[in-house]
Nanobody, 123 residues
Framework: HVQLVESGGGTVQAGGSLRLSCVGS????????MGWFRQAPGKEREGVAA???????YFTGSSKFRFTISQDKAKNAVYLHMTNLNAEDTAIYYC??????????????????WGQGTQVTVS
């Protein structure tokens, strides 16, 4: 039974930084693709960053220049370090995992397993 638990969200001032964590259990972490997604009020869930099975990072939009995705395989954890945050980054952030993606690595529809989300608010 795959479980993902996010943490690290909170309220931060514009220009600040946060590091989100996602710890997984119930699966062989090294065989899975891991992604970070977010959903703002009234908007669709969108991809932010992801790691392929070869540890290749993928980013969308401005996250490429402000966010870093990393992992600790020994802890079954993946992290999203976000810098220079602005109001448009306010959203619930989710991590997701899948062994065999059915589409783009940054598409929410490609993932089977999801965490419960952690709120990030930029004031």
């Amino acid at each position: 039974h795959v479980q993902l638990v996010e943490s690290g969200g909170g309220t931060v001032q514009a220009g600040g930084s946060l590091r989100l964590s996602c710890v997984g259990s119930g699966y062989a972490f090294v065989r899975y693709c891991m992604g970070w997604f977010r959903q703002a009020p009234g908007k669709e869930r969108e991809g932010v960053a992801a790691l392929g099975r070869a540890d290749t990072p993928y980013f969308t939009g401005s996250s490429k220049f402000r966010f870093t995705i990393s992992q600790d395989k020994a802890k079954n954890a993946v992290y999203l370090h976000m810098t220079n945050l602005n109001a448009e980054d306010t959203a619930i952030y989710y991590c997701a995992a899948d062994r065999r993606l059915t589409g783009s690595i940054l598409s929410p529809a490609s993932y089977t397993y999801w965490g419960q989300g952690t709120q990030v608010t930029v004031s």
